[in-house]
């Protein structure tokens, strides 16, 4: 009786009951057709996503293969390469003249390794004789590694010059462990253009970490995933690596697969329906991608009856309540909307003045809130990045101090005067190395393995410099060694260990440092036998006072540690008459935090 009287006498509600009666009836009728309908542009629309991103994944590939082969390419028409190669064949060469050849090798292979992201390793390998490669190349290795009876060699003499492409493998000649890096490697014979002789073999490695993140970043699906193979069929690159140069197991599959004409395809992968698409490579490799077609096209028959249900309850809830509730709702809204165009425009003093208990009234107690967790975090955010704005601006400075430059050249140009010229030669060699250690970093980090790389080289300079045996002992953990630290972390360290530990004494000093893995992070030691520093001055630097003798180098150490590491992480210091302990305490902070 109430309903009837309200659809009577009110005109709002008579063309809401209207609309009602012709959306529940229509929907019955289009819901049908929308199945349909949908069911075909999804269809279309998933085929033609998966083909372009099996394009994406192969171009992206293909990028990363021709820079292989474009770095073999650059190295085999080398003519100073082929000539320092033929020359070791020779055997006619001096003790000097074969330093620089070698020289020449090494800087040439790790200079195409460290202008490359995806070049991992390059090897010049030959049969007898001095073979050549970058980074942690392994001449031992290689005398266990029998080059004559590798495929990958016999294959590269018949090409005669052609690339051999391999699969996903661990690196065999670098390295001390058993299981290096991961590559996919190019080799060819290398020949002398003079007379078109064998003199050699170029092998390229590229990073296989590297090729399998970017394939894993192309989702095809939820649980779809691409892998490469080869034209045999064989799978060459897959993050499952027990597949890795194997025939594709299911038959089906490998006949779609060497059937060169189809570009997409289903098949069936016990009991499950799997809908699959494959793209070649500049390599002349393939690139598939496999997913069960449930995953993209399996809910389509629950359309037609979510529509209508949906459709027709979301409908009358949305009259009801707009009829009932809409100024109600209508007015907080248009208040609460107000304040956030303000905040949008970015005034961060506005509060809403919503006070009813409903849904509203929360959200715009939670709006108030949110408003000032925004203020203390972009607060936060100004502090933390004028931390390490001065942080990293004391590293630039402390990276190679002036002051030191200017006092080693002038005791090179004494060395000189003084005719010491191999001293003065091997001092100015390791001041090369110095800057071209620090001078070749970018960003704020580098390894642990890298920073005690510069901390050798500028040890190398101060024994020339100060006339004094300076030894260095290391003892680094493996997992250790490629965690990330801030640049200059523990130079400092050794420079003040020898300026105020070593030098006054005018003896030899040994410098042990010793790295150990610790539950989320590591920790490392840095002892030095010097004379010690004094209980005031230690006290100072505990306190981290400004005007503490150790300067702008240590407190770099400080910042560092207290601004890119987590909770608990700190630097002790220890020292007495017999020498000084640095512990450095580096704790990992959470995801998004994290530096390794």
Same mark, same amino acid.
């Given at each position: 009786?109430?309903?009837?009287?309200?659809?009577?006498?009110?005109?709002?509600?008579?063309?809401?009951?209207?609309?009602?009666?012709?959306?529940?009836?229509?929907?019955?009728?289009?819901?049908?057709?929308?199945?349909?309908?949908?069911?075909?542009?999804?269809?279309?629309?998933?085929?033609?996503?998966?083909?372009?991103?099996?394009?994406?994944?192969?171009?992206?590939?293909?990028?990363?293969?021709?820079?292989?082969?474009?770095?073999?390419?650059?190295?085999?028409?080398?003519?100073?390469?082929?000539?320092?190669?033929?020359?070791?064949?020779?055997?006619?060469?001096?003790?000097?003249?074969?330093?620089?050849?070698?020289?020449?090798?090494?800087?040439?292979?790790?200079?195409?390794?460290?202008?490359?992201?995806?070049?991992?390793?390059?090897?010049?390998?030959?049969?007898?004789?001095?073979?050549?490669?970058?980074?942690?190349?392994?001449?031992?290795?290689?005398?266990?590694?029998?080059?004559?009876?590798?495929?990958?060699?016999?294959?590269?003499?018949?090409?005669?010059?052609?690339?051999?492409?391999?699969?996903?493998?661990?690196?065999?000649?670098?390295?001390?462990?058993?299981?290096?890096?991961?590559?996919?490697?190019?080799?060819?014979?290398?020949?002398?253009?003079?007379?078109?002789?064998?003199?050699?073999?170029?092998?390229?490695?590229?990073?296989?970490?590297?090729?399998?993140?970017?394939?894993?970043?192309?989702?095809?699906?939820?649980?779809?995933?691409?892998?490469?193979?080869?034209?045999?069929?064989?799978?060459?690159?897959?993050?499952?690596?027990?597949?890795?140069?194997?025939?594709?197991?299911?038959?089906?599959?490998?006949?779609?697969?060497?059937?060169?004409?189809?570009?997409?395809?289903?098949?069936?992968?016990?009991?499950?329906?799997?809908?699959?698409?494959?793209?070649?490579?500049?390599?002349?490799?393939?690139?598939?991608?496999?997913?069960?077609?449930?995953?993209?096209?399996?809910?389509?028959?629950?359309?037609?009856?979510?529509?209508?249900?949906?459709?027709?309850?979301?409908?009358?809830?949305?009259?009801?309540?707009?009829?009932?509730?809409?100024?109600?709702?209508?007015?907080?809204?248009?208040?609460?909307?107000?304040?956030?165009?303000?905040?949008?425009?970015?005034?961060?003093?506005?509060?809403?003045?919503?006070?009813?208990?409903?849904?509203?009234?929360?959200?715009?107690?939670?709006?108030?809130?949110?408003? =000032?967790? %925004? !203020? &203390?975090?972009?607060?936060?955010?100004?502090?933390?990045?004028? *931390? +390490?704005?001065?942080? #990293? @601006?004391?590293?630039?400075?402390?990276?190679?101090?002036?002051?030191?430059?200017?006092?080693?050249?002038?005791?090179?140009?004494?060395?000189?005067?003084?005719?010491?010229?191999?001293?003065?030669?091997?001092?100015?060699?390791?001041?090369?190395?110095?800057?071209?250690?620090?001078?070749?970093?970018?960003?704020?980090?580098?390894?642990?393995?890298?920073?005690? =790389?510069? %901390? !050798? &080289?500028?040890?190398?300079?101060?024994?020339?410099?100060?006339? *004094? +045996?300076?030894?260095? #002992? @290391?003892?680094?953990?493996?997992?250790?060694?490629?965690?990330?630290?801030?640049?200059?972390?523990?130079?400092?360290?050794?420079?003040?260990?020898?300026?105020?530990?070593?030098?006054?004494?005018?003896?030899?000093?040994?410098?042990?440092?010793?790295?150990?893995?610790?539950?989320?992070?590591?920790?490392?030691?840095?002892?030095?036998?010097?004379?010690?520093?004094?209980?005031?001055?230690?006290?100072?630097?505990?306190?981290?006072?400004?005007?503490?003798?150790?300067?702008?180098?240590?407190?770099?150490?400080?910042?560092?540690?207290?601004?890119?590491?987590?909770?608990?992480?700190?630097?002790?210091?220890?020292?007495?008459?017999?020498?000084?302990?640095?512990?450095?305490?580096?704790?990992?902070?959470?995801?998004?935090?994290?530096?390794?």
């Amino acid at each position: 009786m109430m309903l009837r009287r309200m659809i009577k006498n009110r005109f709002a509600t008579k063309v809401v009951f209207a609309l009602l009666l012709v959306i529940f009836i229509s929907t019955i009728f289009n819901s049908y057709f929308y199945y349909q309908s949908a069911s075909n542009v999804v269809k279309n629309n998933v085929r033609e996503s998966s083909l372009q991103i099996a394009r994406q994944a192969a171009d992206s590939l293909s990028f990363i293969f021709s820079l292989g082969s474009d770095t073999s390419d650059l190295l085999y028409s080398n003519e100073r390469l082929q000539e320092i190669v033929v020359e070791d064949t020779a055997e006619k060469l001096s003790f000097s003249e074969r330093g620089s050849n070698n020289e020449y090798m090494n800087t040439l292979l790790n200079s195409h390794v460290y202008s490359s992201s995806f070049v991992r390793t390059i090897y010049v390998l030959k049969e007898d004789g001095t073979s050549w490669g970058s980074g942690t190349f392994s001449a031992y290795k290689l005398t266990q590694y029998n080059l004559a009876q590798q495929d990958w060699v016999r294959e590269s003499v018949v090409k005669d010059g052609q690339l051999v492409w391999e699969g996903l493998q661990y690196d065999q000649l670098s390295g001390a462990g058993q299981n290096t890096e991961l590559v996919v490697t190019l080799s060819r014979v290398l020949k002398n253009f003079n007379n078109l002789q064998n003199i050699g073999y170029i092998q390229v490695g590229l990073d296989g970490r590297v090729i399998l993140e970017k394939i894993d970043q192309i989702k095809l699906g939820k649980t779809g995933r691409f892998f490469v193979v080869d034209e045999k069929g064989e799978v060459m690159v897959d993050s499952v690596l027990e597949n890795i140069n194997r025939p594709v197991k299911n038959d089906e599959l490998f006949q779609y697969i060497q059937n060169k004409r189809l570009i997409e395809f289903e098949f069936t992968h016990e009991g499950t329906p799997y809908y699959g698409v494959k793209q070649p490579m500049s390599n002349g490799w393939t690139v598939i991608g496999i997913v069960p077609i449930k995953e993209i096209t399996g809910e389509l028959s629950n359309v037609q009856m979510i529509t209508l249900f949906s459709t027709t309850i979301f409908t009358i809830v949305a009259i009801i309540i707009g009829l009932v509730a809409a100024h109600r709702v209508t007015e907080p809204i248009r208040l609460l909307t107000q304040q956030m165009k303000r905040v949008g425009e970015g005034n961060f003093n506005v509060r809403t003045k919503v006070a009813s208990t409903d849904e509203i009234g929360l959200m715009s107690l939670q709006f108030n809130r949110m408003i =000032n967790q %925004v !203020e &203390k975090l972009l607060e936060q955010v100004k502090e933390v990045e004028s *931390q +390490k704005q001065k942080a #990293e @601006l004391r590293a630039i400075k402390h990276r190679i101090n002036p002051h030191f430059l200017f006092n080693t050249l002038s005791t090179i140009r004494w060395l000189i005067q003084l005719n010491q010229k191999e001293k003065a030669n091997t001092a100015m060699s390791a001041l090369i190395r110095l800057l071209e250690a620090n001078m070749g970093k970018k960003g704020t980090f580098v390894t642990v393995n890298e920073e005690l =790389n510069i %901390v !050798e &080289k500028f040890m190398a300079i101060m024994q020339i410099r100060y006339e *004094q +045996k300076f030894y260095l #002992e @290391l003892n680094i953990a493996d997992e250790v060694e490629d965690f990330l630290i801030p640049q200059m972390l523990i130079q400092p360290i050794v420079e003040n260990a020898i300026f105020h530990g070593f030098v006054p004494t005018g003896k030899d000093g040994t410098i042990r440092i010793t790295g150990k893995k610790l539950d989320g992070g590591i920790v490392l030691d840095i002892c030095d036998n010097g004379i010690g520093v004094k209980k005031e001055a230690l006290e100072k630097i505990k306190d981290q006072s400004p005007n503490s003798f150790l300067g702008i180098g240590l407190t770099h150490v400080y910042d560092s540690v207290n601004l890119y590491y987590g909770p608990g992480s700190k630097v002790e210091i220890d020292s007495n008459e017999n020498g000084t302990v640095v512990k450095l305490i580096l704790k990992q902070k959470g995801r998004g935090g994290t530096y390794v």
